[in-house]
């Protein structure tokens, strides 16, 4: 499910700005004071158009080393901005950072304040709610930036029920039906090998595969393997 999560919530475009808004993960931060990005995966605004809030795929059922787990909510927690971190109880993979950003971060340069950052994100939201808008950011248009990435995420789903599928997922599930095909047939190969007489061949127990949001699918079974070795120890 997370696969089809990272193919049809792609990041607003506001992202950056929000993300330079508290400082994280900045390279030109003189003092680099929040350098974890952290495994993040949206970024929005509060309904108020007050608070950053970023979701991170760093919870505690997620493949983050624990070690990477506990340095990123030492940032979270330690943010001169911080408001809340809580588990996302439906899957607990996420984790979901609350900020209030400062007027100003001495020492660190930005070309705007956050008043007339958050101004121009409401003038951009408008914009987005345009039909005309279609033109610029494509038939589905952009998602408000105070709009909730699993609210997008289940209205994505409601869409695919009735058979509108974004270009992303169709390539992801093509892909997907290629790997099973693939997996059976090597299952196949071990079993007439052993029906045969001939031992030694052994087919993968498990694939473990990761998507971009493109839909492009990363065979990371080894990566996986030594992670979970490392876990272990």
């Not at 808004?21 to 004071?33: G, L, S």
């Not at 607990?92 to 400062?102: D, G, K, L, N, S």
């Not at 105070?146 to 869409?159: C, M, Q, S, V, Y």
């Not at 993968?204 to 990566?223: C, E, M, R, W, Y």
Request: proline share 6%.
């Amino acid at each position: 499910m997370s696969s089809i999560f990272n193919t049809v919530v792609k990041f607003h475009l506001a992202t950056p700005l929000l993300l330079r808004a508290i400082n994280w993960a900045q390279k030109d931060d003189p003092n680099k004071t929040y350098p974890l990005l952290g495994r993040l995966r949206y970024v929005w605004l509060s309904e108020d158009y007050q608070n950053v809030k970023l979701l991170l795929k760093d919870g505690p059922q997620s493949w983050t080393d624990p070690k990477d787990r506990e340095a990123l909510m030492a940032q979270i927690k330690s943010h001169e901005t911080f408001v809340s971190v809580e588990v996302y109880e439906e899957d607990p993979c996420y984790i979901i950072a609350t900020f209030r950003p400062v007027l100003y971060i001495p020492g660190y340069e930005r070309e705007f304040t956050i008043d007339e950052l958050f101004e121009h994100i409401k003038e951009l939201d408008q914009l987005m709610e345009d039909p005309r808008a279609t033109v610029a950011f494509g038939k589905r248009g952009a998602a408000k930036i105070t709009k909730d990435p699993f609210e997008i995420f289940h209205e994505a789903l409601e869409g695919m029920k009735g058979g509108d599928f974004p270009p992303d997922v169709k390539k992801l599930a093509e892909t997907m039906a290629n790997v099973i095909k693939s997996k059976e047939a090597e299952d196949k190969m071990a079993e007439d090998l052993k029906a045969s007489g001939i031992d030694g061949f052994e087919p993968a127990k498990f694939i473990a595969l990761a998507v971009d949001g493109s839909g492009t699918v990363q065979d990371v079974t080894d990566k996986f393997m030594e992670d979970q070795k490392k876990e272990e120890e």
